[in-house]
């Protein structure tokens, strides 16, 4: 059976946990800044845990995580 290719964009995005899960990081911190308050940028700073609705689908795009 051929190799599976992981999809660049997604190994960019997100690495794995030691227990398995995915991290990424919070969207909204780009631009358009000056609206947003100073507790909510710090907030977007720290990276979270994937919802489980999604892991699975991305699991399949990062098959060797």
Partial sequence: MPK????RAAAKRF??????SLK???AYKRHILTK?????KRNLRHA???DKT???NMKKVLPYL
């Fill in 4 to 7: 599976i290719k992981t999809k």
């Fill in 15 to 20: 690495k794995a946990t030691a227990s398995g």
């Fill in 24 to 26: 990424r990081n919070k």
């Fill in 36 to 40: 947003k308050t100073t507790k909510n």
């Fill in 48 to 50: 979270t845990i994937m």
């Fill in 54 to 56: 999604n892991e699975k």
